[in-house]
């Protein structure tokens, strides 16, 4: 049985039909855009796009909006073919009176040599789903830390706000804030260079990210279980927020806070090297939290600068009273870095005078700094020697130390001839010996003053010299200038007898506060005499620091200390009064 004849007629209205009702443009034109047929969904979404309201002409009404159409059939040269696919042109479309944007994907095919295809397909609503999809990543981005992959500051203040906003009955749920900085994250970076320092910080949040999770179950004494949400990220530079949520007992921070240190502590390996980074770490619980995120982060921080302030490698609880001793520090930081530049600081001497029976006269001197403020007057080192290392400037306070005592002591030198001091002592400060070059500073200046290097003693303290590595490797370089060393407030820092001997030092200081109980106390007698005998066998000599009275000065001479400095002797003396002192101090008794 043969197949019915198609009937072409109906085959002609079936096509009809679908490209009348087909969700799609279709348009026939010629190879020169004249428009040979199109169907209704090309004239709804041409039409706006015609200045004239005219449609015979594709090339002309999508001149202003895809001009290379034209040009891309040109230099089409194959016989069929796509000419192009899916090129989105952006327009606008009239409804309800409104400006609606909208989005057209026009695609060309080349049929027979003669003529072209036109699909026209309204892509609106999956451009703008691209678009949010593209503005979510952007975002994400924006609020996310490169080196750490953590949350950024602008992600953890949203996070802050969050919990501030709830309400009176919400917030019985408390949260507390962790803001953290590294210890000694400049020195790696000074040490063994940024990408070192990067990996440091990377290897933190790593150790950050196992340590917490989402919803931490924290263990108390009575058996009962606390789950909190806690976020972790990285806020900038060496600093670190740890947001923890759905407190039920405030206490439960503290043990998240300590073992957050603990983990932090321990070494970082690099290589073949270990480092030691440790974190001072301020915590604000929600009964302290006030202000905006901006100002509870600002309040985390000034806790943080005061664990730094107690010695590091610990927390401190944010308290209201830790604001204006941060604005008094920030005024004295300000008005500080106006008297290095306006000459108000001033250095004054300590004798340090020789307290063994046979050792002649001779005396030496201590350098030390002194600030003449404009408003308050002489402003006490206790006062400002903490700002200046916080803000950066004891370098600079350091140098002129240096600089000046040491012309002071060549001009003493020329003027009084054998009554002149012996000895010229300066303390050092973690910034300068952390100075990249600062050895050939100190060079220059023993250069440029005149000072003989044997005659200069620089003096760090017992805690510096044995926690730093990089600081031996500089105090070894300053030997090598053939000036002296001294272990200042020896007794107070991490060194011990044991160890003194790796220490290049010269002259060990015995702190005051073993030498304020010498007379009374028979354990600090017992300490100070194995000093003593433990410098005296490397050949290091001793000076007791902060004699006050005869008893004391009776003691540590019995116990063999070379030399002692303190107010029995005499209090710090301007330039101009030294002179008479040691003249005073060298006359014969009558």
């Given at each position: 049985m043969k197949p019915p004849m198609p009937n072409l007629a109906e085959e002609y209205e079936a096509l009809m039909q679908f490209l009348y009702l087909a969700p799609v443009g279709l348009a026939q034109a010629s190879l020169s855009g004249e428009v040979l047929m199109l169907n209704p969904k090309s004239a709804q979404l041409l039409m706006p796009l015609s200045r004239d309201g005219r449609l015979d002409n594709l090339f002309t009404v999508l001149e202003e909006v895809a001009p290379q159409l034209r040009s891309l059939v040109a230099a089409f040269d194959e016989p069929s073919g796509v000419v192009c696919d899916s090129v989105r042109i952006h327009t606008a479309a009239t409804a309800a009176g409104q400006a609606v944007p909208q989005v057209i994907s026009v695609s060309l095919l080349k049929l027979e040599g003669l003529?072209?295809?036109?699909?026209?397909n309204d892509v609106t609503l999956e451009a703008?789903?691209?678009?949010?999809?593209?503005?979510?990543?952007?975002?994400?981005?924006?609020?996310?830390?490169?080196?750490?992959?953590?949350?950024n500051r602008a992600a953890v203040r949203d996070e802050i706000q969050r919990a501030m906003a709830r309400t009176p009955s919400e917030a019985a749920c408390g949260f507390a804030v962790l803001f953290m900085n590294c210890d000694r994250f400049k020195q790696i970076?000074?040490?063994?260079?940024?990408?070192?320092?990067?990996?440091?910080?990377?290897?933190?949040?790593?150790?950050?990210?196992?340590?917490?999770?989402?919803?931490?179950?924290?263990?108390?004494?009575?058996?009962?279980?606390?789950?909190?949400?806690?976020?972790?990220?990285?806020?900038g530079g060496d600093e670190f927020v740890v947001v923890m949520d759905d407190m039920r007992r405030p206490d439960d921070v503290h043990a998240v806070a300590q073992r957050l240190l603990d983990v932090l502590a321990k070494p970082y390996g690099l290589g073949a090297r270990q480092f030691h980074c440790s974190v001072s770490m301020g915590v604000v619980l929600r009964a302290q939290a006030a202000g905006d995120a901006d100002a509870v982060l600002?309040?985390?921080?000034?806790?943080?600068?005061?664990?730094k302030r107690a010695g590091g490698a610990r927390y401190v609880v944010f308290e209201p009273a830790m604001?204006?001793?941060?604005?008094?520090?920030?005024?004295?930081?300000?008005?500080?870095?106006?008297?290095?530049?306006?000459?108000?600081?001033?250095?004054?001497?300590?004798?340090?005078?020789?307290?063994?029976?046979?050792?002649?006269?001779?005396?030496?001197?201590?350098?030390?700094?002194?600030?003449?403020?404009?408003?308050?007057?002489?402003?006490?080192?206790?006062?400002?020697?903490?700002?200046?290392?916080?803000?950066?400037?004891?370098?600079?306070?350091?140098?002129?130390?240096?600089?000046?005592?040491?012309?002071?002591?060549?001009?003493?030198?020329?003027?009084?001839?054998?009554?002149?001091?012996?000895?010229?002592?300066?303390?050092?400060?973690?910034?300068?010996?952390?100075?990249?070059?600062?050895?050939?500073?100190?060079?220059?200046?023993?250069?440029?003053?005149?000072?003989?290097?044997?005659?200069?003693?620089?003096?760090?303290?017992?805690?510096?010299?044995?926690q730093d590595e990089g600081v031996q490797a500089c105090l070894h370089e300053l030997k090598a200038l053939r000036l002296t060393l001294a272990l200042d407030d020896f007794g107070t820092g991490y060194s011990?007898?044991?160890?003194?001997?790796?220490?290049p030092v010269d002259t060990v200081k015995i702190d005051r506060s073993f030498v304020s109980k010498a007379d009374t106390s028979p354990h600090h007698r017992v300490?100070?005499?194995?000093?003593?005998?433990?410098?005296?066998?490397?050949?290091?000599?001793?000076?007791?620091?902060?004699?006050?009275?005869?008893?004391?000065a009776a003691v540590v001479r019995q116990l063999g200390c070379e030399k002692g400095q303190g107010y029995l002797f005499s209090r710090p003396l301007p330039a101009g009064d030294v002179a008479g002192w040691l003249a005073a101090a060298a006359a014969p008794v009558a």
């Open positions: 003529r072209l295809m036109a699909v026209f703008q789903r691209e678009q949010a999809g593209l503005a979510m990543k952007l975002n994400d981005a924006a609020r996310m830390d490169s080196l750490t992959r953590m949350p970076n000074d040490t063994v260079g940024h990408a070192a320092g990067d990996e440091v910080l990377g290897l933190m949040a790593d150790r950050l990210r196992a340590t917490l999770r989402p919803y931490d179950r924290i263990g108390r004494q009575d058996g009962a279980v606390t789950v909190m949400e806690q976020t972790a990220a990285r806020v600002q309040d985390g921080s000034i806790a943080m600068v005061e664990a604001r204006e001793r941060a604005a008094r520090r920030g005024s004295i930081a300000a008005d500080l870095r106006a008297a290095l530049t306006e000459s108000q600081l001033f250095v004054v001497y300590q004798p340090v005078v020789a307290l063994q029976a046979g050792a002649g006269v001779s005396f030496g001197v201590e350098a030390l700094v002194r600030w003449r403020h404009p408003v308050r007057g002489v402003v006490p080192p206790l006062d400002f020697i903490g700002v200046a290392e916080e803000c950066g400037l004891m370098g600079a306070v350091g140098d002129f130390v240096l600089v000046t005592a040491c012309r002071q002591f060549v001009q003493w030198q020329q003027q009084l001839g054998p009554l002149a001091p012996r000895m010229l002592a300066v303390n050092l400060s973690r910034a300068q010996l952390n100075q990249p070059g600062w050895v050939g500073t100190v060079n220059d200046i023993l250069r440029d003053t005149g000072m003989d290097p044997q005659r200069l003693q620089l003096e760090v303290t017992e805690s510096l010299a044995a011990s007898l044991a160890s003194l001997h790796l220490l300490l100070i005499e194995a000093t003593v005998r433990v410098a005296g066998s490397l050949g290091m000599g001793t000076v007791a620091e902060g004699i006050e009275t005869e008893a004391q």
